[in-house]
């Protein structure tokens, strides 16, 4: 219940949203952040799901801002749980009292540009009213959990859950009949941990995933010493990186016998490096179905039951088109007399009753004791668009996207001036490493805010015709490869009704262009002055 003036509000005390705070204090500015959830970590407070741990390696998904963090911080695995990733990100906010910015437990309903006054107005559900210069949302691509939508889900007698809003107390499933409903990453990785103690396990799958093994393990200090060895060629790749589609030779200059060889190795790593197999995995169609088909065939060989394992093959999308999952033995599972894979490409779920399951056509119902519902989220967009957002003449950014988001280098949105998105769509973000993209982002608009300051710049906004040549830009990059081949949450193809647009940029170097684009005065920006820019700078007692 409080009206503040502040320079700039954060949303989102996630990984993003932390550092963005940090940097802005460096600037001398005052901040406001906003957090729906009880504490700092945006999707890891969240995500505490049985097995939930990140998919890539806990030396590189921390940030590289810090020196003494780096030094201070110790990983325990190759592969992070959430407890640990979420200790991780508490860590960092209480080393640079990052929490005290934050109002927690805390929904933004608004943000409305006052083109008269040239700041924002961001309020909340808590009674928050406040004036901001700038506004930026750290929101997370991964944040807005996709309600399941099945018919009768309130008539459930039992216990729901959804992976994306799991329960903070302990949860046990031991000697109790579970329904997983969903085939996504958040299910592979629950399924073997709840199939540990639940008396049976019913796996409901529409559509089959690759995975890979994670060949997890705990991390020693040799594997420690090799990091830091190899870690300025990291930074040097980081700086020069691509959206992460690059990989080792192209297909046709290996015999097939090298091929398997390099399938083999990778597979034996573990992880999503798998993808990195050949330089043209995922542009060119026989490269990857070779990729493809080793993991069918590992498949076939770890499920025993062949019909089991025919199921399990995916065959509607290539390998990496859709995210790639990484698991904990997902596949030897299934080997388990207490778990069952329920084909709904047989049978679709017809509706949830009190008792449990029922499928179409066969009439068939499985009784279960609790729902998990690992049915994904309303990725890159849908915590933006839950907020009602308004620009200049206040036009609706949900109107805005109307057919599919629209930004200049995911950073920016036309006629919304001093309005940045970090990691937002039309950047690399989630076919990147999410820290690095992160810090990336942070350190753009860090940049970009100290230099209007600099040059009597009042305002920064996108110019249309940018963007839509920033968009094109995108589709274009996306259409040589093989993403759009599949029915992702990259082109929201998991939510009814949402525009079917490829939303992350693949197209390599853009690191290297939003700094060229700095350089330049901020090509493709509108900038306007204000006399009285330097009485704007809000300053607290």
């Known amino acids: 219940m409080s009206t503040d003036a502040v320079d700039a509000v954060v949303v989102g005390a996630g990984f993003g949203g932390l550092y963005m705070v940090h940097r802005l204090r460096q600037l001398g500015m005052t901040v406001q952040g906003f957090d729906a959830a009880g504490g700092v970590g945006g999707t890891w407070y969240w995500n505490r799901y049985p097995g939930a741990r990140c998919d890539i390696p806990s030396l590189f998904y921390s940030y590289t801002w810090s020196a003494e963090v780096q030094q201070e911080w110790r990983w325990s695995e190759k592969y992070a749980a959430q407890p640990e990733i979420l200790a991780y990100a508490e860590?960092?906010?209480?080393?640079y009292d990052l929490k005290r910015a934050f109002a927690f437990e805390t929904k933004v309903t608004s943000a409305v540009w006052d083109e008269a006054a040239r700041h924002w107005t961001v309020t909340t559900d808590r009674g928050?009213?406040?004036?901001?210069?700038?506004?930026?949302?750290?929101?997370?691509?991964?944040?807005m959990p996709r309600a399941p939508g099945i018919p009768g889900e309130d008539n459930f007698e039992g216990r729901t859950f959804h992976t994306g809003t799991w329960p903070h107390e302990p949860v046990t499933f031991e000697g109790q009949k579970v329904a997983v409903i969903g085939t996504g990453s958040s299910a592979i990785q629950s399924i073997t941990e709840i199939a540990k103690t639940a008396h049976h396990v019913y796996v409901f799958q529409r559509t089959p995933n690759f995975s890979v093994p994670a060949r997890n393990a705990p991390l020693t200090e040799q594997d420690y010493a090799a990091f830091w060895e190899q870690y300025p060629a990291y930074r040097q790749m980081v700086l020069e990186g691509t959206a992460g589609i690059a990989g080792g030779s192209p297909f046709r200059s290996l015999t097939a016998e090298q091929q398997r060889a390099r399938f083999e190795?990778?597979?034996?790593?573990?992880?999503?490096?798998?993808?990195?197999?050949?330089?043209?995995?995922?542009?060119?169609?026989i490269a990857n179905d070779a990729a493809a088909n080793f993991v069918r065939e590992k498949i076939r060989d770890i499920v025993k039951d062949p019909d089991v394992a025919e199921a399990l093959l995916p065959d509607d999308h290539p390998i990496g088109a859709k995210r790639i999952c990484v698991d904990t033995g997902y596949y030897e599972v299934f080997n388990q007399e207490n778990v069952t894979l329920v084909n709904l490409r047989k049978a679709p779920i017809e509706a949830i009753t009190r008792a449990g399951v029922r499928l179409q056509a066969q009439a068939q119902e499985y009784p279960v004791d609790a729902v998990v519902y690992a049915t994904g989220f309303d990725a890159m967009t849908g915590a933006l668009l839950n907020i009602d957002i308004r620009g200049e003449g206040g036009f609706s950014l949900s109107e805005g996207w109307r057919d599919g988001p629209k930004t200049y280098l995911g950073l920016q949105v036309a006629g919304f001036p001093n309005f940045f998105t970090i990691t937002g769509p039309g950047s690399p973000s989630v076919l990147s490493n999410m820290i690095s993209s992160c810090e990336q982002h942070v350190e753009w608009i860090t940049d970009c805010l100290a230099w209007l300051d600099a040059n009597g710049v009042?305002?920064?906004?996108?110019?249309?015709q940018a963007q839509e040549d920033w968009v094109r830009n995108v589709n274009e990059a996306a259409d040589q490869t093989l993403f759009p081949k599949a029915n992702s949450w990259y082109i929201g193809a998991n939510i009814?009704?949402?525009?079917?647009?490829?939303?992350?940029?693949?197209?390599?170097?853009?690191?290297?262009?939003?700094?060229?684009v700095a350089a330049d005065g901020y090509r493709g920006f509108r900038l306007s002055g204000s006399a009285d820019r330097a009485s704007r700078r809000v300053v607290r007692t």
């Open 458 to 464: 009042d305002a920064i906004a996108a110019d249309p």
């Open 496 to 516: 009814p009704g949402k525009p079917r647009v490829f939303m992350p940029y693949v197209g390599g170097h853009y690191r290297q262009i939003c700094n060229t």
């Open 91 to 95: 860590f960092v906010a209480e080393k």
């Open 265 to 285: 190795e990778l597979w034996n790593i573990g992880g999503a490096g798998y993808l990195g197999a050949l330089a043209d995995l995922l542009t060119n169609p």
């Open 128 to 143: 928050h009213r406040v004036s901001a210069r700038f506004c930026i949302m750290a929101t997370g691509c991964l944040s």
